[in-house]
């Protein structure tokens, strides 16, 4: 593996602390897609299915997220390095809740649930990435819910966004 696509991984937040042997055993067992995507492009769609991990490598994403209700949207930029709802992986509710547009063209990295589930998982590093990233969001997402909204209608709006 070539050194620079290494370093790239070892930014990505479930990939930090492997040895250049456990990922280059990896990159051997597992099939990576790479995929160079054009402004514009639908990368995941609300509600739809998550059957693999997606990882931003370079480029910019819009994430768009809809209200249940559909009386409002949400549109935010997400940069790279990211990965997309690792969160929405496993569960009872497997699908995406937001919308990723490709800004400017992007770099991303595929992987599907069941190399996940069969070979990633079999690293202790990676698993004690994946448990502290999802940890992470959940004590945000239960934050959020904690916090008051003080302040006139304006301040609460802006705190929202």
Same mark, same amino acid.
């Given at each position: 593996?070539?050194?620079?696509?290494?370093? !790239?991984?070892? /930014?990505? +937040?479930?990939?930090?602390?492997?040895? *250049?042997?456990?990922? !280059?055993? =990896?990159?051997? /067992? @597992?099939?990576?897609?790479?995929? *160079?995507?054009?402004? $514009?492009?639908? =990368?995941?769609?609300?509600?739809? +299915?998550?059957?693999?991990?997606?990882?931003?490598? *370079? $480029?910019?994403? %819009?994430?768009?997220?809809?209200?249940?209700d559909r009386t409002y949207s949400f549109s935010e930029r997400i940069s790279? +390095?990211?990965?997309?709802? +690792?969160?929405?992986?496993? $569960?009872l509710y497997r699908q995406y809740t937001h919308s990723y547009t490709v800004r400017s063209s992007a770099q991303l990295i595929k992987i599907d649930k069941?190399?996940?589930?069969? %070979?990633?998982?079999?690293?202790? @590093?990676?698993?004690?990435?994946?448990?502290?990233?999802?940890?992470?969001?959940?004590?945000?997402?239960?934050?959020?819910?904690?916090? %008051?909204?003080?302040?006139?209608?304006?301040?609460? =709006?802006?705190?929202?966004?």
């Amino acid at each position: 593996m070539e050194q620079s696509m290494f370093d !790239t991984l070892l /930014e990505l +937040p479930l990939f930090q602390g492997l040895g *250049k042997n456990d990922l !280059t055993r =990896i990159v051997e /067992e @597992v099939r990576f897609d790479f995929v *160079k995507c054009e402004q $514009g492009q639908v =990368i995941a769609s609300q509600d739809s +299915p998550c059957n693999q991990l997606i990882f931003l490598l *370079k $480029g910019s994403l %819009t994430r768009h997220t809809q209200s249940s209700d559909r009386t409002y949207s949400f549109s935010e930029r997400i940069s790279a +390095p990211a990965v997309l709802q +690792p969160e929405s992986l496993y $569960g009872l509710y497997r699908q995406y809740t937001h919308s990723y547009t490709v800004r400017s063209s992007a770099q991303l990295i595929k992987i599907d649930k069941s190399a996940i589930n069969n %070979t990633f998982i079999n690293y202790e @590093v990676f698993r004690l990435n994946l448990i502290n990233l999802l940890s992470t969001r959940i004590i945000r997402g239960e934050r959020i819910l904690w916090d %008051t909204a003080s302040g006139n209608t304006e301040q609460r =709006i802006i705190r929202f966004i």
